[in-house]
């Protein structure tokens, strides 16, 4: 049946599939970027409050019965850390994208969103009532000259803290736009919470700037936090609307408990040892600049290759070499990439001797 679309895929190097890697990989591909997915004591404590608790599973939706204590105890730490008034936790950064861009932009109101927005976002695009309107890439102007342009009755601007594939931070200016213009910012923080900022509270903490009625933050539990879910982090007011009409939140099992467990162990250690997992990010981004002569300001570091087979090929090796890194191609990227998470779970010395074997790669692929 799909016989046809499939080689088509093939031909064009853009075929994907499953694969179970070896376990003894140096994992240089996930976006596990604190180390936290392996982290045992975190595991051992989730496990002894869920004991505790009479339930194993929450059951049901949030707004049947299925909100529990160990939900709201964690939205509420959430909140504080963050400057928020309110918060929703949810089943993953993808339901949360299409409960806030489906729900929250009404008839007669603009959705402005960036043109690399996460595919999750773009989807949540074609439910939305409202007008949608993509503007270039992190470019303030073309934001600017889109709200002027516009008669919208609310104009809803939807970003990235840090861009998943670039690794760009966003724009600061973008937040001072939609002050300006009393817009609703909606920032999806999920490669950015738990890698910038001082207390590694993701762009807002980064940029020192205190959350406003108007600003929505999304983040991903299955990142930088070593779990499962989302959560969004807005006033009251705007919760309270999506209880009532986001459907990814209302018809949708409410996030396991022993997710929110772990998550929760993730966010109090990020609290208590933010300094120290500070230093060891910029370690890792001391070694990228002392191999490759490259600045990255997020944990996302992107090599481009030519061609998608040339980017398979570059994979291919470096497996065989003993690391594990994610191999981009279009649809998700204009430019193939290897893309190179510098997580903290493996040690300098693997990072540095990864560093240089792209290096290698880099200089015999330009020489073809």
Request: proline share 2%; hydrophobic share 40%; with cysteine.
């Amino acid at each position: 049946m799909y016989e046809k679309e499939l080689l088509a895929l093939k031909r064009a190097d853009r075929f994907r599939q499953r694969v179970v890697y070896d376990k003894n990989l140096k994992d240089f591909a996930s976006n596990d970027y604190l180390g936290f997915a392996e982290k045992k004591s975190f595991l051992k404590k989730a496990y002894k409050e869920l004991k505790r608790f009479p339930s194993n599973a929450a059951k049901a939706s949030l707004l049947v019965n299925g909100y529990t204590q160990i939900h709201k105890n964690f939205e509420e730490d959430l909140c504080r850390v963050n400057g928020f008034e309110n918060g929703v936790v949810l089943g993953s950064g993808f339901l949360a994208n299409i409960a806030m861009i489906e729900a929250l932009p009404r008839r007669g109101d603009l959705l402005l969103i960036d043109e690399e927005y996460h595919a999750s976002g773009i989807l949540a695009t074609k439910l939305s009532i409202g007008k949608v309107e993509f503007f270039r890439h992190n470019d303030a102007e073309d934001l600017k000259n889109k709200i002027k342009r516009s008669s919208a009755k609310r104009v809803f601007i939807a970003v990235e803290g840090v861009y998943s594939m670039s690794g760009d931070l966003l724009n600061e200016e973008i937040f001072h736009i939609a002050d300006e213009n009393e817009a609703l910012l909606i920032v999806d923080e999920a490669h950015s919470s738990g890698v910038i900022g001082q207390k590694l509270m993701g762009i807002f903490d980064y940029y020192k700037i205190w959350p406003k009625s108007n600003h929505i933050k999304m983040g991903t539990l299955g990142k930088a936090y070593g779990s499962y879910g989302a959560y969004i982090l807005a006033s009251k007011e705007i919760i309270s609307f999506l209880e009532n009409r986001a459907k990814s939140i209302i018809y949708t099992t409410a996030l396991s408990l022993f997710d929110v467990l772990l998550a929760h162990e993730a966010l109090k250690y990020i609290k208590k040892k933010s300094k120290k997992l500070s230093k060891r990010i910029e370690e890792r981004k001391d070694i990228i600049k002392s191999v490759l002569n490259k600045d990255i300001e997020s944990l996302i570091l992107p090599i481009e290759f030519k061609s998608s087979n040339d980017v398979l090929m570059a994979q291919k090796s470096l497996l065989q070499k003993g690391f594990l890194v994610g191999s981009i191609r279009p649809p998700t990227v204009k430019q193939p990439i290897l893309r190179v998470i510098p997580r903290l779970k493996e040690s300098k010395k693997s990072f540095y001797r990864l560093l240089k074997e792209i290096e290698l790669l880099q200089k015999e692929f330009r020489s073809k």
